[in-house]
Nanobody, 120 residues
Framework: QVQLVESGGGLVQPGGSLRLSCAASGSIRSINDMRWYRQAPGKERELVAVITSGGSTKYLDSVAGRFTISRDNVKNTVYLQMNNLKSEDTAVYYC??????????????WGQGTQVTVSS
């Protein structure tokens, strides 16, 4: 069994910062790509950032330069540092991970989501 537990969401004023974390636990042999998605009310879920096992990163154009994705391979954790937050960043943020399990092979897993609200 594998669990992804997210933390770090909350209410922040425009221009503020938040750091999201997503820790994977369970029968994990290795972790490949790790991603953050978000879904705003009435909108489709969109890919915000991705980091490969080698540390390469890609970002949604609207967050590039403001958000930074990183990972700790010892802790099986992915982070999303969000700076200069804007009202349009308000959404539920989900982590998504490709990983190999000792008992089932490679699969794709989602966190439960964490709410980020940017408002004055």
């Amino acid at each position: 069994q594998v669990q992804l537990v997210e933390s770090g969401g909350g209410l922040v004023q425009p221009g503020g910062s938040l750091r999201l974390s997503c820790a994977a636990s369970g029968s994990i042999r290795s972790i490949n790509d790790m991603r953050w998605y978000r879904q705003a009310p009435g909108k489709e879920r969109e890919l915000v950032a991705v980091i490969t096992s080698g540390g390469s990163t890609k970002y949604l154009d609207s967050v590039a330069g403001r958000f930074t994705i990183s990972r700790d391979n010892v802790k099986n954790t992915v982070y999303l540092q969000m700076n200069n937050l804007k009202s349009e960043d308000t959404a539920v943020y989900y982590c998504n991970v490709d990983l190999a399990r000792w008992d089932r092979g490679v699969g794709n897993y989602w966190g439960q989501g964490t709410q980020v609200t940017v408002s004055s």
